[in-house]
């Protein structure tokens, strides 16, 4: 059953937005045979990709689990691709897009979650007046860093569409009004500096912010109850707060409570909304999550320890700094440290230009750092480091405080 109440303003070629959505920065020849949309490349191109496959062994909440019932980053991202899914076919939106934003929206996390993401904005502003936040990131990924390779062999970015390139830097998932309307106009993405600063320009990228939030709460309380983070008071303690229309406490009695309801209520003059009632129940179990869960000793021990990681893997690395001479410091420091230098040492001649080696990349449309000059190659270090997942950063900890 569908009520089909968005099908007017969808992302559909009918949309009088439709030329926009689908832009790309260059053009992306179809094969002669292929049958897909472009909205369902999008989705294939971000499938391929190595940051997608790095999401399987990075934090969403719980860092570097071993535990295989604990929620992962791409877990997450495929609750939040489910979710929007629901959202968007029974709204009448367009479920290819939802799907591909969905898929797409947190490529930017670093290593250690949330955690990482604070480490390394304290230092991108310190050592390059800049800012670091995931959603700004996973644009810089998909536009920039991640390539795939063409039949010729030759690899090339991922140039997606600008409604799935506009939800990724837009998806920012902490929403605190109850209702939400794409933004109206058409904007250079570049310009947008903090999270949530605009709204995404379609109706699928807001249903996509939505969906991060019903995905994640009900999720981290299994978790934290699993790793006795909660105990049993707790849980009596949030089915006071949940009320007496839920019995038990799980992640899809609570998805299927916010995602029926926000159905219900949604429409393009309301906007994404829920029911105040069930509004207010979201901000009361986010409360709760923060008190019991995220502000955890535990994991404000974890955020001390990711702190440490991060901290020692960049100052290694700027240390290794010699003006024109980096590429041969990094080859004399992989005697000591081999998985640092050598993974180090494949990014930068995948991604710079050095005037004394003349090292360039042909493959990729952006030379993104020139190493010799001292921030590009402070940027290369925090875009390394963003990319690691959380048991490669440990690994690379590990050897350089090891003899």
């Not at 049958?35 to 989705?43: G, V």
């Not at 390394?120 to 310190?126: H, P, Q, Y």
């Not at 969906?211 to 981290?220: N, Q």
């Not at 700094?321 to 980096?326: A, C, D, E, S």
Request: glycine share 4%; net charge negative; hydrophobic share 35%.
């Amino acid at each position: 059953m569908e009520s089909g109440l968005f099908n007017n303003v969808a992302v559909f070629p009918e949309n009088k937005n439709w030329d926009n959505c689908t832009q790309r920065i260059e053009h992306l020849n179809p094969r002669k045979d292929d049958i897909r949309s472009e909205f369902e490349r999008d989705y294939n191109r971000i499938l391929h990709c190595t940051a997608y496959r790095r999401l399987k062994h990075k934090t969403q909440v719980f860092y570097a689990t071993r535990n295989d019932h604990i929620c992962s980053r791409i877990e997450h991202v495929n609750h939040v691709t489910s979710v929007s899914y629901t959202i968007s076919k029974y709204l009448g939106l367009n479920t290819e897009l939802t799907r591909a934003i969905a898929i797409g929206h947190d490529l930017g996390h670093s290593p250690f979650g949330h955690s990482g993401e604070r480490i390394l904005n304290r230092i991108a502003t310190k050592e390059i007046n800049s800012t670091f936040w995931h959603e700004k990131n996973g644009l810089r990924i998909v536009d920039n860093i991640e390539l795939l390779e063409d039949e010729e062999g030759n690899q090339k970015n991922l140039n997606l569409t600008y409604a799935v390139r506009d939800g990724i830097i837009s998806h920012c998932g902490e929403v605190n009004e109850n209702s939400i309307f794409p933004r109206i106009n058409y904007i250079d993405l570049a310009i947008i500096n903090k999270p949530n600063e605009y709204q995404p320009y379609t109706w699928e990228g807001c249903v996509v912010k939505i969906a991060d939030k019903i995905s994640y709460l009900g999720r981290d309380i299994e978790d934290a109850y699993n790793l006795n983070i909660l105990n049993a008071s707790q849980i009596e303690e949030l089915k006071l707060i949940v009320g007496v229309n839920i019995n038990n406490i799980n992640n899809t009695i609570l998805m299927h409570k916010f995602i029926t309801d926000l159905c219900a209520n949604s429409s393009p003059a309301n906007g994404i909304c829920l029911s105040d009632e069930m509004f207010q129940l979201l901000n009361n179990i986010k409360d709760f999550n923060y008190k019991n869960i995220y502000k955890h000793q535990r994991l404000i021990n974890y955020f001390k320890y990711a702190e440490l990681v991060i901290d020692l893997i960049y100052s290694s690395l700027f240390g290794f700094y010699n003006n024109n001479n980096t590429l041969e410091q990094l080859i004399k420091e992989e005697q000591s440290f081999p998985i640092l230098c050598k993974s180090f040492s494949n990014w930068i001649n995948k991604y710079s230009i050095s005037t004394e080696h003349n090292l360039i990349n042909h493959n990729t449309k952006y030379t993104l750092y020139n190493i010799n000059k001292i921030n590009d190659y402070k940027l290369a270090c925090i875009d390394f480091i963003a990319s690691l997942t959380d048991f490669a950063a440990i690994n690379i900890f590990n050897e350089l405080t090891s003899f």
